[in-house]
């Protein structure tokens, strides 16, 4: 069946660093979705990417959907500690599955 | 608007009790869905209802039931609770369940139901 992988699970950085977090399908996707959950929270969508090669900004986030349209990434410029939390790619296949990867767990040291 | 509203907040079962999760949403979405997420993993489909009247197995539906008792609320029942079910249920709804490039599909979620069975 589908697979979404997403990594690393976890990244430490110091408050002004950058952060990255990878995200890959085992097959071709539709659309891929991103998720943010605080610490204690509940998942909030943040942006969803639909074309080949898209890349979209938000503020200090930047997010890219691959050629192939089977990997994603976000990139988040400078941290701030209002940036912890969990990120979460969905991706969802013409046939309407939607699959989540595991997260990765930002966390910021001020 | 309350969006999706999720009861009881928290609940501990002894194994082999039963219990409902109740949801409601109330943004008119046609589509809602039943999550769980354990520590360290991502959200696990557990069942979905892609419009009013139907109701589809997600990844993990063993020993849950659903019931989509009209647009607004989507509940989901453990028959007999075994400690594997310990974990935190989300429930979520969308314009429309399926690919879409309009943003039709996009999740909003309830604030979780953290369920221990001992």
């Known amino acids: 069946g589908q697979q979404v992988m997403q990594i690393p699970q976890y990244q430490h950085v110091q408050e002004g660093e950058d952060f990255t977090t990878y995200c890959n399908s085992s097959?071709?996707?539709?659309?891929i979705q991103w998720y943010k959950q605080r610490p204690g929270g509940h998942p909030v969508f943040l942006i969803q990417?639909?074309?080949?090669?898209e890349v979209k900004k938000q503020k200090r986030l930047t997010f890219q959907f691959g050629e192939a349209k089977k990997n994603s990434s976000l990139h988040i410029t400078a941290t701030q500690t209002t940036d912890v939390g969990t990120y979460f790619c969905?991706?969802?296949?013409?046939?309407?599955?939607?699959?989540f990867g595991d997260g990765t767990t930002l966390t910021v040291k001020p | 608007n309350a969006g999706v509203t999720q009861t009881p907040k928290f609940q501990v079962l002894k194994t082999g009790q039963s219990m409902t999760l109740q949801c409601a949403q109330d943004m008119n979405h046609n589509s809602m869905y039943w999550y769980r997420q354990d520590p360290g993993m991502g959200l696990r489909l557990i069942y979905y209802?892609?419009?009013?009247?139907?109701?589809d197995k997600g990844e993990v539906p063993n020993g849950y039931n659903v019931s989509r008792l009209n647009k607004r609320e989507f509940s989901l029942r453990l028959e007999s609770a075994a400690p594997s079910q310990t974990s935190v249920y989300f429930c979520?709804?969308?314009?429309?369940?399926?690919?879409?490039?309009?943003?039709?599909?996009?999740?909003?979620f309830g604030a979780g139901s953290r369920l221990t069975v001992l």
């Open positions: 209802s892609a419009s009013e009247g139907t109701t």
């Open positions: 990417l639909v074309k080949s090669g």
């Open positions: 969905a991706g969802q296949t013409n046939a309407g599955k939607s699959t």
């Open positions: 979520a709804s969308s314009e429309w369940w399926g690919a879409s490039s309009s943003g039709a599909n996009v999740l909003t």
């Open positions: 097959t071709t996707l539709s659309n």
